[in-house]
């Protein structure tokens, strides 16, 4: 079934969107309603990956958020963050200048002559 489609193919309602930009990686935080009225929370992972070809895509990973499980996951992500802040040192945080990273492979920038009529040899 495809992303953002229910199994009949219509489009599932998206009530919130908001996007965070982290490092080389960009999060998306989306609440969605099923066609019961029902919510939902999607997270998306997203990072710009260089394949062997030299194109670029986004790699994804998607995490679904069900209501009935918002006060657990939370209880447990604010665990988790609250035990790494006490025992990792104090990490100044970064200036925003840093956060947005060029991603796109490096090249050579120098140019040589080339005679348009030597192509069709």
Do not use: C, W
């Not at 030299?54 to 998607?62: L, M, R, V």
């Not at 006060?71 to 990792?88: P, R």
């Not at 840093?98 to 069709?120: G, M, R």
Request: proline share 3%; net charge negative; aromatic share 14%.
């Amino acid at each position: 079934m495809e992303e953002g489609f229910d199994k009949n193919g219509m489009d599932r309602e998206e009530i919130f969107s908001k996007s965070v930009r982290a490092g080389k990686r960009t999060y998306f935080f989306d609440v969605k309603s099923t066609k019961g009225n029902d919510y939902y929370l999607t997270v998306t992972e997203s990072k710009k990956r260089f394949g062997d070809d030299g194109k670029f895509f986004y790699e994804k990973h998607k995490l679904f958020l069900y209501k009935e499980d918002f006060e657990k996951f939370v209880e447990g992500l604010n665990e988790a963050v609250a035990h790494i802040k006490s025992i990792s040192p104090e990490i100044e945080p970064r200036p925003e200048s840093t956060y947005i990273q060029n991603d796109a492979p490096k090249t050579d920038n120098t140019f040589s002559d080339v005679n348009f009529e030597d192509l069709d040899k």
